[in-house]
């Protein structure tokens, strides 16, 4: 995932604006602007340094150690708040005002260094009633990292995203069984005994309640493709239900699931050893004209004990003109990896179209900042679902499964986030509503899972607390992610085996605002009219309906 910005990002106020035309010049046309910029560019620098260095990853960076950037940091902001002040109300190009707006709204989000998902709560804070929504999400959040990355099994422990990848890949009915199991202690921290005033649904109400006044993600969404939030619903029931008649009618148990989509993941498991998912990720955007070593995007993969439970990407530097020449930004990736396979070696890719994303913006300081919520998470997925496709493997594993097999564990795995959306978009819409419930008969009804009320299996995914309705950008996003490749493929041809102009392409064609242009106007004019649906369906449809034999 991209790192959530809490606040709005991309915001109606600048919407309304107007964004029309291309970043006209990577530099202020007012002096007075260009020095407030280059200090937001500083500020912003600070900030993202100071959370790689309380990430772990680092002791220190360009020869300063955390107090010292602390130091640049607080000092920075203060001067950043006065200077953006007083700067001139009018008299100023509209770049220039459009600029300022955008570095108003984006250094509210400044982390100022927090190690993003790895909340200073405790997990037991959750049992207090006393605690308000946004502390109850951080106790939550903290239950990811404290249960999520200590699961019991076997008489050992294991964290949340290597119990995901074994139920995908152990063959015996039982163990399986017993791999789903081992979250039981998260499900309840989570969401208690599924009572009334569980920390899930108290937390969701408060949530509800705000998303009321002040939006949704799912209303972000909805702006961002230009619908209306009632027509998001209408586009997932609507591809649910396309996975529900191209799947098969055979009914699985939860533990069953990912197994039985699984099988491409298990016939190439042996040619992807965690020491290969580098390597490999490299190799494939080199392949794209996107050589992320020299780019020097810093990969942390390795797991450790309070490092954040899920995998995300962020700036480290934001890139920016220095005497006439563009210094690149540098991201960062994080993840908890202990095993390999391609389940994780896609989400890597995911990853580092991220960051690939986010290196390709070449636009004024104000600007190199991460687009909507929605983008990012859609675009990240346009060189990932490659992972799933024969040709990819066949490439840069030596081994493929096949297209079929290949295409079921892929999309699989799109309809899981696609439920989590629409689950996400039910709660907040009626947060009295019991999720175990609701996610039995979304999970019963299109995914062909019995029914387990009696498991907030739904509870596996830290987004869900962290950010409640995050989950429509992966869900969503699937539309605008289908769409992108095959407007790509369409335009610049396929790319599933490398395509050296790609990362240029897209850098000029998409990447390179950033923050400037909303996700409706970008998409538009990149596809030529308006995001549909059609691809995603045309996606699920080639898929065969097989029956499967019982894999209890
Ligand atoms: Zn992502």
Not at 85 to 98: E, F, H, I, V
Not at 404 to 430: H, K, N, P, T
Not at 461 to 475: C, E, I, K, S, W
Request: glycine share 6%; aromatic share 10%.
């Amino acid at each position: 995932m991209k790192t959530p910005i809490r606040l709005v990002l991309a915001c109606a106020l600048l919407l309304a604006l107007g964004s029309t035309g291309t970043s006209a010049s990577l530099v202020a046309d007012s002096k007075e602007v260009s020095a407030v910029e280059y200090l937001y560019a500083d500020v912003s620098d600070a900030s993202t340094i100071l959370s790689a260095i309380n990430s772990g990853l680092l002791s220190s960076y360009q020869g300063k150690d955390r107090s010292a950037w602390e130091q640049a940091y607080s000092k920075g902001r203060a001067k950043l708040a006065t200077d953006l002040d007083q700067l001139p109300t009018t008299g100023l190009s509209a770049g220039d005002n459009r600029a300022i707006a955008a570095m108003k709204k984006q250094s509210q989000a400044f982390s100022g260094g927090a190690a993003l998902f790895s909340p200073a709560a405790k997990c037991n804070d959750a049992a207090r009633k006393d605690l308000a929504y946004r502390q109850l999400q951080s106790a939550l959040v903290a239950c990811f990292t404290e249960i999520g990355n200590s699961l019991s099994f076997e008489g050992g422990k294991i964290n949340r995203v290597s119990a995901l990848d074994l139920l995908h890949q152990t063959s015996d009915p039982g163990r399986r069984k017993a791999v789903f199991l081992a979250f039981v202690p998260l499900w309840q921290a989570i969401n208690g005994n599924n009572e009334r005033d569980s920390p899930y649904r108290r937390m969701i109400a408060g949530v509800a309640a705000d998303a009321a006044k002040n939006g949704s993600e799912i209303d972000h969404a909805a702006r961002d493709v230009g619908i209306d939030p009632a027509e998001v619903e209408r586009w997932l029931v609507q591809i649910l239900d396309a996975w529900r008649q191209a799947s098969g009618d055979a009914m699985v148990e939860p533990w069953d699931f990912r197994f039985q989509a699984g099988e491409a993941d298990r016939q190439l498991a042996a040619y992807i050893p965690r020491e290969s998912l580098l390597p490999i990720n490299y190799r494939y955007y080199r392949d794209l004209g996107a050589d992320l070593e020299s780019m020097g995007t810093l990969y942390d993969l390795a797991p450790r004990p309070e490092k954040a439970a899920l995998a995300y990407t962020e700036f480290v530097t934001h890139g920016r003109m220095v005497d006439g020449a563009w210094r690149p930004t540098v991201a960062r990736v994080s993840a908890p990896y202990e095993r390999g396979g391609l389940f994780v070696l896609n989400e890597l890719v995911h990853e580092s179209g991220h960051a690939v994303n986010i290196t390709a913006i070449r636009n004024r300081p104000a600007f190199v900042d991460w687009p909507s919520d929605l983008f990012a998470e859609a675009f990240a997925d346009v060189p990932s679902w490659s992972t799933y496709e024969p040709a990819w493997q066949r490439r840069y594993l030596g081994h493929e499964a096949s297209e079929q097999l290949s295409l079921r564990a892929l999309y699989s795995s799109v309809m899981l986030d696609v439920a989590w959306s629409l689950f996400e978009l039910r709660m907040l819409r009626a947060p009295a509503t019991d999720p175990n419930a609701l996610w039995t008969e979304i999970t019963s009804r299109y995914l062909h899972i019995l029914p387990h009320p009696e498991f907030s299996w739904w509870a596996v995914r830290v987004q869900l607390a962290d950010f409640p309705g995050y989950m429509v950008n992966y869900g969503f996003g699937a539309i605008l992610t289908a769409d992108m490749r095959k407007h790509i493929s369409k335009t610049l041809g396929g790319f599933d085996s490398g395509d050296s102009r790609w990362y240029g392409w897209l850098g000029e064609h998409l990447l390179r605002y950033g923050s400037e242009r909303d996700t409706r106007t970008l998409m538009e004019d990149f596809l030529g009219r308006p995001v549909s649906p059609q691809a995603l369906l045309e996606q699920i449809h080639r898929l065969k309906p097989i029956s499967v034999p019982d894999a209890r």
